[in-house]
C-alpha cells in the first residue's frame, strides 16, 4: 500500500525568502512521485515529477525537488517566494507496478506569502 | 486548446435526485479517472478507467456510477446522492495508465447535497 505524508498544513513565508514543503512517502514499489499546486478556485496543475531517473527534479516557476529513497522523502523548494506562489501543494505517490494506477494525495499544505 | 472539461462547475441539489456530472477531454486520453477532493483529505480516487468501456473501483465508489462509452468523455453518476456527498469533484485524464504519463486535471465540479 502506497501513502502520504505532508509533514506541513499550513507554512507561511516572507516574499523572497526560501520555500520548504516537506513530504514523506510509503510505497511497497519503485514509486512515481508527484508535486501539483491548487490556486483559489481553481484545478491542480503539475509543478514536477519524479520517474527514476533524476532524484533531482526541476519544475515550473522555480520550484524542485529532491527524491530521498533512503529517507522516503520528496521536499519541495524554492529558492525565492513570489507572491503568486501562494496556493495550496499536494504531493503525490503513485506504484508503478500497481494495475489500478492510483493516485494517492497527501492531504496538502498551504502556502502564505507575506508581503 | 488541450483540456479536460466538467460540466457544471457548480451544483446544489436535493437528497435522492439523481444526477449526472459530465467529464470530457480532447487529446485522446487512454486513462480517465473521478477524485473527490475533502477539506484535510487531499483527494481520493472514486473510479477509473483505463480505456473504453473498462472502468474499476478506486477507494472510494460507493454511491458513485461510471460509464466509458466513448474515449473523450467518463461522466460520473450519482444515483441517489446523500449529503455527505457533498465535495469537490475533480476529472482527470493521461495519454496511459502507466505512472510516467502525467494526469491533466478539470477545474473542478462543487457539488452541494442538502
Known amino acids: 500500500a502506497q501513502s502520504v505524508t505532508q509533514l506541513d498544513s499550513h507554512v507561511s513565508v516572507s516574499e523572497g525568502t526560501p520555500v520548504l514543503l516537506r513530504c514523506n512517502y510509503s510505497?511497497?514499489?519503485?514509486?512515481?512521485l508527484f508535486w501539483y499546486v491548487q490556486h483559489p478556485n481553481k484545478g491542480l496543475q503539475l509543478l514536477l515529477k519524479y520517474t527514476s531517473a533524476a532524484t533531482l527534479v526541476k519544475g515550473i516557476n522555480g520550484f524542485e525537488a529532491e527524491f530521498k529513497k533512503s529517507e522516503t522523502s520528496f521536499h519541495l523548494t524554492k529558492p525565492s517566494a513570489h507572491m503568486s506562489d501562494a496556493a495550496e501543494y499536494f504531493c503525490?505517490?503513485?506504484?508503478?507496478?500497481?494495475?489500478?494506477?492510483?493516485?494517492?494525495f497527501g492531504s496538502g499544505t498551504r502556502l502564505q506569502v507575506q508581503p | 486548446e488541450a483540456q479536460v472539461t466538467q460540466n457544471p462547475r457548480y451544483l446544489i441539489t436535493v437528497t435522492g435526485k439523481k444526477l449526472t456530472v459530465t467529464c470530457s477531454q480532447n487529446?485522446?486520453?487512454?486513462?480517465m479517472s473521478w477524485y473527490r477532493q475533502d477539506p484535510g483529505l487531499g483527494l481520493r480516487q472514486i473510479y477509473y478507467?483505463?480505456?473504453?468501456?473498462?472502468?474499476d473501483k478506486g477507494d472510494v465508489p460507493e454511491g458513485y456510477k461510471v460509464s466509458r462509452k466513448e474515449k473523450r468523455n467518463f461522466p460520473l453518476i450519482l444515483e441517489s446522492p446523500s449529503p455527505n456527498q457533498t465535495s469537490l469533484y475533480f476529472c482527470a485524464s493521461s495519454l496511459f495508465w502507466t505512472t510516467t504519463y502525467e494526469q491533466y486535471f478539470g477545474p473542478g465540479t462543487r457539488l452541494t447535497v442538502t
Open positions: 503525490v505517490v503513485s506504484d508503478r507496478d500497481t494495475g489500478r494506477r492510483a493516485l494517492t
Open positions: 510505497s511497497s514499489y519503485s514509486p512515481s
Open positions: 478507467s483505463m480505456n473504453v468501456e473498462v472502468t
Open positions: 487529446m485522446n486520453h487512454e486513462y
